[in-house]
């Protein structure tokens, strides 16, 4: 059985934020916000993949975003280019 434990984001000064979430499962941690998985880290693969739409969501989920991955919106783009983060539409079922 797959575990699944959710958590809410929290602030620099510990606070919990509404509508952004870590879900963690034993595949690896998601970042959502609202309803909306903008990224998935795969343990398994060691891979991380953001929804195709991810760069272009609102300044709250870039900033939990960039909190999330550990990486500044720089890097991100770096790491796309490289290879190394892949984008894909992880919001359609």
Known sequence: MLK???????SSRGNTIPNQF???????????????VIALEDSDKGITILDINALNYSR?????????????KDEILLKIREGKIILKDLNTK
């Open 22 to 36: 870590i879900i963690k499962t034993d595949l690896g941690s998601y970042f959502q916000s609202y309803e909306t």
């Open 4 to 10: 699944i434990k959710v958590e809410n984001m929290l």
């Open 60 to 72: 709250t989920t870039s900033k939990y975003l960039y909190q999330f991955l550990g990486m500044k």
